[in-house]
């Protein structure tokens, strides 16, 4: 069982950053891909970010310039979404996603949401 946590969310206005993290109880270093993941009220679930092992990312295209997923750098367990230029469509709660390669299973956070007003 992996337990992920998610932190940073909170209230913004229109064009300001937020740092959203995700900090796992292993190391997803090698093995997890990991992924952030938004849902509005009323809407599905969609994916925001990925990040794979290897460190490629890929990002959906609402995110793609605004926003960055990183794994941070002295914490094996813990991945990072920056989001800049927030807007406020971009309310949700944040989710964050571990898939284990190896395994396949996968993981959900309990969410953290971001609130962007106008």
């Known amino acids: 069982q992996v337990f992920l946590v998610e932190s940073g969310g909170g209230l913004v206005h229109a064009g300001g950053s937020l740092r959203v993290s995700c900090e796992a109880s292993v190391s997803i270093r090698n093995l997890y891909r990991m992924s952030w993941y938004r849902q509005s009220p009323g809407k599905e679930r969609e994916l925001v970010a990925t990040?794979?092992?290897?460190?490629?990312?890929?990002y959906a295209t609402f995110a793609s310039g605004r926003f960055s997923i990183s794994r941070r750098n002295t914490a094996d367990n813990t991945v990072d979404l920056q989001m800049n230029s927030l807007k406020p469509e971009d309310t949700a709660v944040y989710y964050c996603?571990?898939?284990?390669?190896?395994?396949?299973?996968?993981?959900w956070g309990q969410g953290t949401q971001v609130t962007v007003s106008s």
């Open positions: 990040l794979i092992p290897g460190g490629d990312t890929n």
């Open positions: 996603y571990a898939y284990n390669t190896w395994t396949h299973y996968d993981y």
